[in-house]
């Protein structure tokens, strides 16, 4: 989440020199701890357009928006509802008082048929006292006013009964996330234990109940619920689509609405309800284009290219970090590389605001999109100046160097507890490689050189290739250091994958093999619930890193359905639909809202369900549905649209109707048939071969040629070319079938096939061999007789209670980036950060006698740790001289990680014999390298470790156990706090058949402390 609150939080912790103490994080709050890992049940069920439940549970998380302002309609799975407005929010109940049966609450009824449809929400109502009675209530929120109306019909009522509604205050004094679902407690928008209603109105037949300036009314409301209807039918079908999944069918009128939620008249929003706030990006506005709101979108990008600053030289140089936070991130201050000309302020019009994101990428690529859509050269001629300056902007931050990568600076979704030290990240290059590849598509356009942008595009692609590809393995290294060892950190998350894809980083072969790539490493969490049949669904987190970070890890909608378009485009039709459809599942059928374009998933550890119609979701759902399911890649710049649909093969029709086209696909055995609509002249239709043979294409009726398309690997493609604005295109197949394996073994390479007339790369599977299995328990074989702790204390160069005390001010770059805070611990978002490590519970004795059966070697005061590091203020390694043999060394380290060193070697142990052999331990996060302030979160999914947790020691209490957090009860995943820290104890089996040499310590990855604290050897004899 984009949290402005850290800006004002950060503002008094600079000022008071108040620490943050580790956990203290502003979206740590979950109100779901109590559905963590329990069973689902599919909560709605589809039936044609509409999400229907029988006797729900769910109170006020379905909203009904209505017009372009904040206020909303809160609607229930019963007939309960609440009025959001801001800071005076009401509660509307209703009940129906039968004549000798006394007054009750509607939302009582024994049974409760909800539908939710399009900005539509309809109850059945029937209960056992009203004997055949039944009533049927629909709602509608207004659209040219904030209000709602009611249209109650009486079906065989008891004679006498009455419908009356009252509103009242709600529960809640203050809403923290404007009561959305997840982010605020549950309840919020109930009626107070004794409520006054201050407006009430009733129904003795039919009628309808108005909500205007908080007042219930009957009178002269007929014609607004008649007004209202026909707005929102207006709205529900402009994306109409029809497919042989009974799911997927509700969601284009669901989409309209959620993204109609997200506009405020003016721009794209962050969300409909909580982050209802504009912003540059993120991918919100992608929705207005690819919805065929092109109106709305022009307005948007007008808005912000206002906010563009353009009259901000840079006059002060590189590097701008800000003292007061620690040199987390960038200083606000005009004339710095980020806050001048180029730089685009996060509210529309207003270029005199400074933010702490680039959102600049995302809006540029929108923009860009836009411009595909239309093809508007004149438009394109005036926001030319903004593009350029955009693009000058970008190299001047965030590729200074020149080497043609770029660093990332806050500048996607999932950015909020990350940085790159000025580091070669893939998605932010990938992204500059996409604008300036545009650029000079457009410059040759209208009368400007095309050259600049196209060299620039060609080094960019020419660097992520050289530097970033990983060739041998299938996909993209998520970044390279700048600093240190310039290593590559090849654990990359999903967002890597998926913009090098979206920006068309990569070839067929490269997409191809990337996307297994998350197919193979990123966790895969089974979608599953009561009354849903188990075909095999499963989410994705964003990355495996570890410790936990608020938005390096979480289950997102936005990330994974950005990955199922990801898989679209790079022709996995049937893993990019699953996914797709585990998404839509997992959100909209098995989450406590109907046709919820969330946040946050329920599969999250962290934080569990939370937010609804969330702008970044509502954005690429738009493109997931229109763009990959559909296939619709617009290029109006060159007057032409690709078509290459993605439906699932068993999938015999499928059709789309949005303001920019209409499509109809059927197969009918051998046949295939389209019928399209565009306005763009020119149409290439691409379609996997289903046969080895074509015995005819026809386009109107006339026959056609076509060609192998190389636009996919792994199965043969066929395009057709059409120059019309409407077509009929007729495919009849014959011969044998092509058959395409699924894709197995651990990574993909590719030789040419030919099957008849076909001709393709096909897909070989690679198998690489699992890493062997940690059979030999660590600390199971401890003698402690024969058990020598070394002295080593004239090495000893640090307290380990120094480690967040100290300043780490060199190296650090020379750029202006976000990196790691002064003190070595936190991120740009928590910059003051820290945690008291307190070790007198190792300060007793001489000699520390833990649990375990190792002795350890321990002084009462002083230095009790030799701490290496990349950082100026220790060495990057220390060798400890050794004599003898041995069967175990067993080392007590301690020292500090983050996420951002997640799944790499921080450090390295090497042991050395006499014979000049040697042998190394990595010290890797999170399997065997720990951060000293903290616990780590692990589950089977998305946190799982690939060995048995390390065994860590407790500086307080001596203890050493491999599960701290249930030793010390430590609750939830942000922070974990250790109390007083802890250390990380490291078993390494020798040979004992040699002679020993040296123990060397080193330290390998950027921001880290590794420290030595503690040898003993355990010998072969006594």
Same mark, same amino acid.
């Given at each position: 989440?984009? +949290?402005?609150?850290?800006?004002?939080?950060?503002?008094?912790?600079?000022?008071?020199?108040?620490?943050?103490?580790?956990?203290?994080?502003?979206?740590?709050?979950?109100?779901?701890?109590?559905?963590?890992?329990?069973?689902?049940?599919?909560?709605?069920?589809?039936?044609?357009?509409?999400?229907?439940?029988? &006797?729900?549970?769910?109170?006020?998380?379905?909203?009904?928006?209505?017009?372009?302002?904040?206020?909303?309609?809160?609607?229930?799975?019963?007939?309960?509802?609440?009025?959001?407005?801001?800071?005076?929010?009401?509660?509307?109940?209703?009940?129906?008082?039968?004549?000798?049966?006394?007054?009750?609450?509607?939302?009582?009824?024994?049974?409760?048929?909800?539908?939710?449809?399009?900005?539509?929400?309809?109850?059945?109502?029937?209960?056992?006292?009203?004997?055949?009675?039944?009533?049927?209530?629909?709602?509608?929120?207004?659209?040219?006013?904030?209000?709602?109306?009611?249209?109650?019909?009486?079906?065989?009522?008891?004679?006498?009964?009455?419908?009356?509604?009252?509103?009242?205050?709600?529960?809640?004094?203050?809403?923290?996330?404007?009561?959305?679902?997840?982010?605020?407690?549950?309840?919020?928008?109930?009626?107070?234990? &004794?409520?006054?209603?201050?407006?009430?109105?009733?129904?003795?037949?039919?009628?309808?109940?108005?909500?205007?300036?908080?007042?219930?009314?009957?009178?002269?409301?007929?014609?607004?619920?008649?007004?209202?209807?026909?707005?929102?039918?207006?709205?529900?079908?402009?994306?109409?689509?029809?497919?042989?999944?009974?799911?997927?069918?509700?969601?284009?009128?669901?989409?309209?609405?959620?993204?109609?939620?997200?506009?405020?008249?003016?721009?794209?929003?962050?969300?409909?309800?909580?982050?209802?706030?504009?912003?540059?990006?993120?991918?919100?506005?992608?929705?207005?284009?690819?919805?065929?709101?092109?109106?709305?979108?022009?307005?948007?990008?007008?808005?912000?290219?206002?906010?563009?600053?353009?009259?901000?030289?840079?006059?002060?140089?590189?590097?701008?970090?800000?003292?007061?936070?620690?040199?987390?991130?960038?200083?606000?201050?005009?004339?710095?590389?980020?806050?001048?000309?180029?730089?685009?302020?996060?509210?529309?019009?207003?270029?005199?605001?400074?933010?702490?994101?680039?959102?600049?990428?995302?809006?540029?690529?929108?923009?860009?999109?836009?411009?595909?859509?239309?093809?508007?050269?004149?438009?394109?001629?005036?926001?030319?100046?903004?593009?350029?300056?955009?693009?000058?902007?970008?190299?001047?931050?965030?590729?200074?160097?020149?080497?043609?990568?770029?660093?990332?600076?806050?500048?996607?979704?999932?950015?909020?507890?990350?940085?790159?030290?000025?580091?070669?990240?893939?998605?932010?290059?990938?992204?500059?490689?996409?604008? &300036?590849?545009?650029?000079?598509?457009?410059?040759?356009?209208?009368?400007?050189?095309?050259?600049?942008?196209?060299?620039?595009?060609?080094?960019?692609?020419?660097?992520?290739?050289?530097?970033?590809?990983?060739?041998?393995?299938?996909?993209?290294?998520?970044?390279?250091?700048?600093?240190?060892?310039?290593?590559?950190?090849?654990?990359?998350?999903?967002?890597?994958?998926?913009?090098?894809?979206?920006?068309?980083?990569?070839?067929?072969?490269?997409?191809?093999?990337?996307?297994?790539?998350?197919?193979?490493?990123?966790?895969?969490?089974?979608?599953?619930?009561?009354?849903?049949?188990?075909?095999?669904?499963?989410?994705?987190?964003?990355?495996?890193?570890?410790?936990?970070?608020?938005?390096?890890?979480?289950?997102?909608?936005?990330?994974?359905?950005?990955?199922?378009?990801?898989?679209?485009?790079?022709?996995?039709?049937?893993?990019?639909?699953?996914?797709?459809?585990?998404?839509?599942?997992?959100?909209?059928?098995?989450?406590?809202?109907?046709?919820?374009?969330?946040?946050?998933?329920?599969?999250?550890?962290?934080?569990?369900?939370?937010?609804?119609?969330?702008?970044?979701?509502?954005?690429?759902?738009?493109?997931?549905?229109?763009?990959?399911?559909?296939?619709?890649?617009?290029?109006?710049?060159?007057?032409?649209?690709?078509?290459?649909?993605?439906?699932?093969?068993?999938?015999?029709?499928?059709?789309?109707?949005?303001?920019?086209?209409?499509?109809?696909?059927?197969?009918?055995?051998?046949?295939?048939?389209?019928?399209?609509?565009?306005?763009?002249?020119?149409?290439?239709?691409?379609?996997?071969?289903?046969?080895?043979?074509?015995?005819?294409?026809?386009?109107?009726?006339?026959?056609?040629?076509?060609?192998?398309?190389?636009?996919?690997?792994?199965?043969?493609?066929?395009?057709?070319?059409?120059?019309?604005?409407?077509?009929?295109?007729?495919?009849?197949?014959?011969?044998?079938?092509?058959?395409?394996?699924?894709?197995?073994?651990?990574?993909?390479?590719?030789?040419?096939?030919?099957?008849?007339?076909?001709?393709?790369?096909?897909?070989?599977?690679?198998?690489?061999?699992?890493?062997?299995?940690?059979?030999?328990?660590?600390?199971?074989?401890?003698?402690?007789?024969?058990?020598?702790?070394?002295?080593?204390?004239?090495?000893?160069?640090?307290?380990?209670?120094?480690?967040?005390?100290?300043?780490?001010?060199?190296?650090?770059?020379?750029?202006?980036?976000?990196?790691?805070?002064?003190?070595?611990?936190?991120?740009?978002?928590?910059?003051?950060?820290?945690?008291?490590?307190?070790?007198?519970?190792?300060?007793?004795?001489?000699?520390?006698?833990?649990?375990?059966?190792?002795?350890?070697?321990?002084?009462?005061?002083?230095?009790?740790?030799?701490?290496?590091?990349?950082?100026?203020?220790?060495?990057?390694?220390?060798?400890?001289?050794?004599?003898?043999?041995?069967?175990?060394?067993?080392?007590?380290?301690?020292?500090?990680?983050?996420?951002?060193?997640?799944?790499?070697? +921080?450090?390295?142990?090497?042991?050395?014999?006499?014979?000049?052999?040697?042998?190394?331990?990595?010290?890797?996060?999170?399997?065997?390298?720990?951060?000293?302030?903290?616990?780590?979160?692990?589950?089977?999914?998305?946190?799982?470790? +690939?060995?048995?947790?390390?065994?860590?020691?407790?500086?307080?209490?001596?203890?050493?156990?491999?599960?701290?957090?249930?030793?010390?009860?430590?609750?939830?995943?942000?922070?974990?706090?250790?109390?007083?820290?802890?250390?990380?104890?490291?078993?390494?089996?020798?040979?004992?058949?040699?002679?020993?040499?040296?123990?060397?310590?080193?330290?390998?990855?950027?921001?880290?402390?590794?420290?030595?604290?503690?040898?003993?050897?355990?010998?072969?004899?006594?």
């Amino acid at each position: 989440m984009k +949290n402005y609150t850290i800006c004002l939080l950060l503002l008094f912790h600079a000022l008071t020199g108040v620490a943050q103490k580790s956990g203290d994080f502003i979206e740590q709050t979950s109100y779901n701890d109590d559905k963590r890992g329990t069973p689902r049940t599919l909560q709605y069920l589809p039936e044609g357009n509409d999400f229907v439940c029988i &006797n729900g549970k769910n109170r006020y998380t379905r909203a009904l928006y209505g017009g372009p302002t904040a206020f909303r309609l809160e609607t229930s799975d019963r007939p309960v509802f609440a009025a959001y407005i801001e800071k005076n929010s009401q509660h509307i109940s209703f009940w129906i008082q039968v004549p000798g049966k006394g007054k009750r609450a509607l939302d009582s009824a024994s049974f409760c048929e909800a539908r939710y449809n399009a900005g539509k929400r309809t109850y059945l109502l029937r209960d056992k006292s009203w004997k055949k009675g039944e009533l049927r209530i629909t709602v509608l929120a207004l659209y040219d006013r904030e209000g709602a109306v009611w249209k109650i019909d009486y079906n065989n009522m008891p004679a006498g009964s009455i419908v009356s509604a009252g509103i009242t205050k709600i529960r809640a004094q203050k809403l923290s996330r404007s009561g959305d679902m997840g982010a605020d407690p549950p309840g919020v928008f109930e009626a107070t234990d &004794n409520p006054e209603y201050t407006s009430t109105c009733l129904l003795t037949n039919s009628g309808y109940i108005l909500l205007d300036n908080l007042q219930l009314s009957t009178s002269n409301t007929a014609d607004i619920y008649e007004a209202a209807e026909k707005e929102r039918q207006k709205l529900a079908e402009r994306i109409q689509i029809e497919t042989p999944d009974p799911y997927i069918n509700p969601i284009g009128g669901a989409l309209v609405m959620a993204a109609d939620g997200i506009w405020d008249g003016k721009s794209w929003l962050h969300g409909a309800i909580g982050w209802r706030m504009p912003l540059t990006g993120w991918r919100a506005a992608y929705t207005g284009d690819f919805l065929g709101w092109h109106d709305r979108a022009r307005k948007h990008f007008d808005g912000y290219a206002a906010s563009q600053v353009t009259t901000v030289p840079n006059t002060i140089p590189h590097p701008t970090q800000d003292t007061a936070l620690d040199l987390a991130r960038a200083v606000k201050q005009w004339g710095t590389p980020m806050y001048s000309n180029g730089y685009i302020a996060r509210n529309p019009n207003r270029p005199d605001q400074m933010h702490h994101y680039d959102m600049n990428l995302v809006y540029i690529d929108e923009l860009l999109w836009h411009l595909q859509w239309t093809g508007d050269l004149a438009y394109a001629k005036k926001i030319w100046p903004v593009l350029t300056q955009h693009l000058a902007w970008e190299k001047r931050n965030f590729d200074p160097d020149n080497d043609g990568l770029y660093d990332a600076y806050a500048c996607i979704w999932a950015s909020d507890g990350m940085y790159y030290n000025s580091g070669a990240v893939t998605y932010s290059s990938a992204y500059n490689y996409r604008a &300036n590849k545009l650029a000079a598509v457009i410059a040759q356009k209208i009368g400007e050189d095309p050259e600049p942008y196209r060299t620039a595009a060609g080094k960019i692609l020419a660097a992520i290739n050289a530097r970033l590809w990983l060739s041998d393995k299938g996909y993209w290294a998520e970044y390279q250091d700048y600093m240190g060892l310039k290593r590559l950190h090849e654990s990359a998350g999903v967002y890597t994958i998926y913009h090098a894809i979206d920006s068309d980083v990569g070839d067929a072969v490269q997409a191809y093999q990337a996307t297994r790539y998350i197919d193979t490493k990123i966790p895969h969490i089974p979608v599953k619930g009561k009354g849903l049949k188990d075909e095999g669904y499963a989410t994705i987190s964003t990355s495996n890193w570890m410790p936990y970070t608020w938005s390096t890890n979480n289950v997102a909608f936005a990330e994974v359905m950005h990955t199922a378009l990801a898989y679209f485009l790079a022709g996995r039709n049937e893993e990019g639909f699953k996914l797709f459809k585990s998404a839509v599942l997992d959100g909209m059928y098995l989450g406590d809202s109907p046709g919820n374009f969330g946040q946050i998933s329920f599969y999250d550890a962290a934080r569990g369900e939370c937010y609804r119609d969330f702008g970044d979701v509502v954005g690429i759902a738009s493109r997931l549905l229109i763009q990959g399911l559909y296939g619709i890649r617009p290029d109006a710049l060159n007057n032409r649209v690709v078509i290459r649909p993605g439906f699932p093969a068993a999938w015999p029709f499928a059709s789309l109707k949005t303001p920019d086209l209409t499509f109809q696909y059927k197969r009918d055995l051998a046949h295939d048939t389209y019928h399209i609509d565009t306005h763009f002249p020119i149409l290439e239709l691409q379609v996997p071969a289903r046969k080895d043979h074509i015995k005819s294409i026809l386009v109107n009726g006339r026959p056609a040629k076509w060609q192998l398309s190389a636009a996919v690997a792994g199965y043969p493609l066929i395009a057709v070319t059409v120059q019309s604005y409407s077509c009929d295109i007729a495919i009849e197949w014959e011969g044998s079938d092509i058959v395409i394996p699924p894709a197995t073994g651990g990574q993909t390479t590719f030789k040419t096939a030919t099957q008849g007339d076909m001709t393709w790369l096909g897909a070989q599977p690679v198998h690489v061999a699992p890493a062997p299995d940690v059979t030999y328990k660590a600390f199971s074989q401890v003698i402690p007789e024969l058990c020598e702790p070394l002295r080593i204390d004239t090495q000893w160069n640090a307290s380990v209670t120094d480690i967040f005390k100290n300043e780490y001010r060199s190296p650090r770059s020379p750029y202006t980036t976000l990196e790691i805070p002064l003190h070595g611990i936190g991120e740009w978002t928590h910059p003051k950060l820290t945690a008291d490590i307190d070790d007198a519970g190792l300060r007793k004795d001489t000699v520390l006698h833990t649990n375990i059966g190792v002795p350890f070697r321990m002084p009462h005061t002083g230095k009790n740790i030799i701490f290496t590091s990349l950082w100026d203020n220790y060495p990057d390694s220390v060798q400890i001289p050794l004599t003898g043999n041995a069967a175990h060394a067993y080392l007590l380290l301690a020292g500090s990680t983050n996420s951002m060193q997640s799944r790499i070697a +921080n450090g390295r142990v090497t042991i050395t014999y006499t014979d000049g052999s040697r042998q190394t331990t990595n010290l890797v996060n999170p399997e065997t390298w720990c951060p000293i302030e903290q616990d780590y979160f692990t589950d089977t999914l998305a946190f799982k470790m +690939n060995q048995p947790k390390p065994w860590r020691l407790h500086f307080k209490t001596g203890w050493c156990t491999q599960d701290l957090g249930s030793y010390l009860k430590i609750k939830g995943v942000y922070g974990r706090e250790i109390e007083g820290g802890a250390g990380m104890l490291l078993d390494i089996l020798l040979n004992a058949d040699k002679e020993l040499k040296t123990l060397t310590l080193e330290t390998l990855s950027n921001d880290v402390v590794v420290g030595l604290m503690a040898v003993t050897l355990q010998r072969t004899y006594k």
